[in-house]
């Protein structure tokens, strides 16, 4: 079953929200996954001489769980992830819950896909209400779910 919506069905100003804890195995998971073991992510004793004064999540970790999301608004409708831009306003460590918010900024109608361009602005912060990232994204969507689906 589809959970996503359709480009017909969501409007400018509409808000989707998700909460996930961030882990040690997403850390962990990460950066074996991308071959990135920079120390500020792996190594505790390094990290808590920088800036962080501690171990912090990889960048695309908290992306990651931002654009997920985003994929999750438009399943089964989505048809190209065509852009993804953020900024990270501060650091993540694991244990940090996020909350990301998703909303509907912009919609370009492109028949020629029988549906149309979403625009996203995305703000990701922590368990307390510190933000994290901000993002913009576009997606190419359906208007409804294909035939079947």
Request: glycine share 10%; charged share 20%.
């Amino acid at each position: 079953m589809f959970l996503g919506r359709g480009y017909d069905e969501i409007s400018i100003g509409d808000r989707f929200e998700r909460v996930m804890t961030l882990t040690e195995t997403h850390i962990v998971l990460g950066a074996g996954l991308f071959n990135d073991f920079n120390p500020v992510h792996v190594n505790q004793q390094f990290a808590a001489q920088t800036i962080y004064q501690g171990r912090i999540a990889h960048g695309y970790l908290t992306s990651n769980f931002m654009a997920a999301h985003l994929g999750m608004i438009v399943e089964g409708t989505g048809i190209a992830y065509l852009e993804h831009n953020i900024r990270f306003t501060a650091p993540v460590r694991a244990g940090d819950t996020l909350s990301s918010v998703w909303v509907v900024s912009a919609k370009d109608d492109k028949a020629k896909y029988d549906g149309g361009i979403a625009s996203f602005t995305g703000i990701c912060t922590n368990q307390r209400d510190e933000k994290v990232a901000e993002a913009e994204a576009k997606m190419l969507m359906r208007k409804q779910l294909p035939a079947g689906g």
